[in-house]
């Protein structure tokens, strides 16, 4: 039994209580929806990627057999804008001739069945005034945006302490385009009732979706419908408003009839963003004993023609380590490419790829252990703030990883470990991921038969929010796990904060948390004035709850069952509402710290055939205050395993000449298969965050962080051989 204000909040590691849904195949993701008279869309995209639309010839297509529209720039109606958020939308589509990147939509083909909608879209014919394109980062033409987040950080003087340092390292890094595709292909399913839009969709903001649907459509909020009771993946893919989506709403009210949209899968890789490529250089000074006293990080990174995409890469290094020079910048290049969006730990994952690797190469030029220039050059306080954090146990992640892993047993010379044919490298990376949290909303309500709802306009892509959410609400409100259910996905409900970012389970949770000390409060105030009631006059710090019951602390028999309050009041339910919303640092004194980590790798290479293998990876995580272990586990494995991915795999090739995504197939875009992942191994430290009530940090992000620079810096403790350059590839280790 626990009291309302200081609830356990520990997470035991209960199996998904939506896993039986998604076994058995009830689970319903958005692909499984429909409507009476279903019709649907197809897509046609340009075969350029920069220029103007000569000619469209859509009559073939218009006389197709079951074709219901076919809406170009000529015919489609002026859209509105979304809102200028920091997950801005792309412009709306088909309101111009102009092509900014290959595989634009130039069109939308409507029928009555997908095969038919297909069919027809490849009998529309366009022709280009084409321009070469911008593709690539130096190209002098391209449009350079400095500091366009505005996070660009100076603190004393980088250049001059570089000067007179008495150890300096530089060194350019550079990171491939990646494409987030999760397995399940992005569905729209719009349907127009008047000025009523119900729409089923792959987003990781119902919320954000709703607003940007309204305000192009030029109608009320309130009447906008968002449903995304389950996501199929995301990783980043579903933040935005994609154009694909405003299109089946646009297709749905042209035809007046619902419309459904699937993306093909080289659609998902034009269509719905990725992983900016990056080019940085770092540079460090160090004294000889290894004290830092100059860093500087400057990041180059890709973007599309149009919109914005907030993705700082260097910001990190401020405050990384205790350094007192540090000078961080970034900037983007506009490009012809596809809309650059979040992935997996964004901007932290090629950020720390570089400023890890430099640090490890800095280490044998000093000839001192990797770790120990880490610990050395701790930050024990916020750099950049000069606040305490509001948690951090990343010396602890050092100290227990390194002796999980057997650190201790690395020889430090590169080539010294070997085992037959295979050379064996250990590698490490210290890694972070930014604070972030938006505001949030939830309610609870309690009904007569002892069971509880709670509910917030949120999405779980995965993670597991709707079993962490469930446990949690059970918790604060004394009630057995089975006997709450946690309900999302539907803009109906109180506004939800976005699924991204590792922000989803403080603004949720510290919501949820609101929601039920009100709700506890709504029965104490119900029974105020009840003189036979024995928790009369109690106020909400002197009662705990447990056992579907309301006692007075310390005086469990003193007290009264939920459903006996609402009986003895004539009451079905009860409900309240919570609230939750970011602090401030400087009003609590403290420095929000998102999670920490530490990775140790163990790889070994064949040197004669190229082969690099992840043989294992310990990762011990502080992400604070863990709901649920095994839900948690699962995250840092899966994070690991899309940093593996990045590490060695994924390259989103553009060809050179055309702008085409070169391979936009699961069959030529390479990813981590079960060969591939290796023993892991997964601890958590540290202790509840401060800056939230519930003490949670997220740890959606953290898994991805810091694997490339552990692969690269173990790939040259094998050989030998510093890589620069993700993903590491056959051809860079022969």
């Known amino acids: 039994m626990t009291t309302v204000e200081q609830a356990r909040l520990v997470g035991e590691g209960v199996d998904r209580v939506d896993g039986p849904l998604k076994v058995t195949g009830a689970a319903r993701y958005p692909n499984d929806f429909g409507f009476p008279e279903l019709a649907h869309a197809a897509l046609v995209r340009s075969t350029v990627a920069a220029g103007r639309i000569s000619r469209l010839d859509t009559r073939a297509a218009q006389d197709s057999p079951g074709v219901l529209a076919v809406i170009t720039h000529r015919n489609a109606p002026t859209l509105g804008r979304a809102p200028d958020t920091f997950l801005s939308a792309p412009p ?51 449009e350079v945006l400095t500091d366009p987040f505005e996070t660009d950080s100076s603190r004393g003087d980088a250049e001059a302490a570089l000067a007179s340092a008495e150890v300096t390292f530089e060194a350019t890094y550079t990171t491939a385009a990646n494409t987030n595709n999760p397995l399940g292909l992005f569905t729209t399913v719009a349907a127009w009732d008047g000025d009523a839009l119900t729409v089923h969709d792959s987003t990781q903001w119902p919320g954000g979706l709703r607003a940007a649907l309204a305000r192009v459509f030029g109608v009320p909020e309130s009447g906008v419908r968002v449903l995304v009771p389950f996501v199929g993946g995301g990783f980043g893919a579903g933040l935005r408003v994609w154009p694909h989506v405003i299109l089946a709403a646009l297709a749905a009210r042209t035809v007046d009839r619902p419309v459904k949209l699937v993306l093909t899968r080289p659609e998902m890789f034009t269509g719905i963003g990725h992983r900016t490529a990056t080019e940085q250089r770092v540079r460090i000074g160090a004294t000889r004993d290894g004290r830092l006293v100059a860093l500087g990080h400057e990041s180059t990174s890709t973007l599309q023609m149009e919109g914005d995409n907030f993705e700082p890469c260097a910001s990190g290094t401020a405050y990384a380590y205790a350094c007192p020079n540090v000078a961080t910048r970034d900037r983007q290049v506009r490009l012809n490419v596809t809309w650059c969006n979040s992935m997996r730990a964004p901007g932290e994952a090629q950020g720390n790829f570089a400023l890890e690797s430099a640090m490890d190469e800095l280490s044998y030029e000093l000839g001192i252990d990797p770790l120990e220039l880490r610990l050395r050059n701790y930050a024990e306080i916020h750099p950049q703030l000069g606040l305490p954090w509001s948690s951090k146990a990343l010396r602890e992640c050092y100290e227990v990883g390194a002796e999980r892993f057997g650190w201790s047993r690395r020889p430090p010379e590169p080539g010294s470990m070997r085992e037959g044919d295979w050379l064996i490298g250990y590698g490490l990376a210290g890694v972070s991921f930014f604070w972030f949290q938006k505001p949030c909303q939830a309610t609870a309500t309690l009904r007569a038969d002892g069971t509880a709802l709670v509910r917030s306009a949120v999405t779980d892509i995965g993670t597991g929010t709707y079993t962490v959410m469930t446990q949690l609400s059970a918790e604060l409100l004394g009630l057995d796990l089975p006997r709450v259910t946690f309900e999302l996905g539907d803009t109906e409900l109180p506004p939800g904060v976005v699924a991204g970012g590792s922000g989803l389970t403080a603004g949720l949770g510290s919501a949820i948390h609101a929601a039920c000390r009100n709700l506890v409060q709504a029965f104490l105030d119900t029974v105020r004035d009840d003189p036979t009631s024995p928790l009369a006059g109690c106020a909400a710090g002197e009662v705990s709850v447990g056992r579907g019951r309301i006692h007075r602390t310390g005086s469990p028999e003193y007290g009264e069952s939920y459903t006996d309050i609402l009986a003895a009041h004539g009451l079905p339910e009860l409900s309240a509402r919570g609230a939750s919303a970011p602090n401030d640092p400087q009003e609590l004194g403290l420095a929000p710290a998102g999670a920490f980590g530490a990775r140790f790798v163990e790889v070994r290479v064949d040197p004669e055939l190229g082969l690099l293998r992840v043989a294992r990876v310990v990762s011990v995580i502080d992400a604070g205050r863990i709901l649920n272990e095994k839900t948690a586990t699962s995250q840092i494995i899966g994070g690991t395993v899309g940093g593996i991915g990045m ?55 953290i898994g991805l962080v810091g694997m490339g620079a552990a692969i690269a810096n173990a790939v040259h403790h094998a050989t030998g051989r510093r890589i620069r350059s993700l993903p590491i590839t056959i051809d860079r280790l022969l």
């Open 92 to 142: 709306p589509p088909l309101q111009d001739d102009r092509i900014l990147h290959y595989g634009q939509y130039v069109a939308v083909v409507v029928a009555g069945t997908a095969e038919e909608a297909t069919a027809a879209a490849r009998r529309v014919e366009a022709e280009y005034e084409s321009t070469e394109p911008v593709l690539d980062l130096h190209d002098p033409r391209a």
């Open 647 to 701: 590490a060695m795999f994924e390259d989103t090739i553009t060809d050179p000449g055309s702008g085409r995504i070169a391979n936009a197939t699961f069959g030529d875009y390479l990813i981590p298969v079960n060969a591939d992942v290796p023993d892991m191994q997964v601890v958590f430290v540290g202790r509840p965050d401060r800056f939230n009530p519930i003490g949670v940090k997220g740890v959606g992000e």
